[in-house]
Nanobody
């Protein structure tokens, strides 16, 4: 079992920055990759960025060059932290950002709200 807890969301003006964190705990050996999804009102959930255990990263076209996903250098078999540095934020980046971990099972956090005002 893996528990994911997001933090770092908030209200920011367009052009600003936020850094999201996802604290993961539990059986980390069952996780092969983690990512951030975004759920905007009236829209389908979309993958924003992901990172594998081999440090391969992937980004949605809409955030390339503005967002950076990373993981804590210090990780154990039972804990790890993932980050999403978001720069040059736009109003269309608004939504609930959810942490996702996949491997033997799928794990989801509850999400953190990001609101970008114009």
């Amino acid at each position: 079992q893996v528990r994911l807890v997001e933090s770092g969301g908030g209200l920011v003006q367009a052009g600003g920055s936020l850094r999201l964190s996802c604290a993961a705990s539990g059986s980390m050996s069952s996780i092969v990759g983690m990512g951030w999804y975004r759920q905007a009102p009236g829209k389908t959930r979309e993958l924003v960025a992901s990172i594998t255990s081999g440090e391969t990263t992937k980004y949605a076209d809409s955030v390339k060059g503005r967002f950076t996903i990373s993981r804590d250098n210090v990780s154990t078999m039972y804990a790890n932290t993932m980050y999403l540095q978001m720069n040059s934020l736009k109003p269309e980046d608004t939504g609930v950002y959810l942490c996702h971990g996949w491997g033997t099972h799928d794990y989801w956090g509850r999400g953190t709200q990001v609101t970008v005002s114009s």
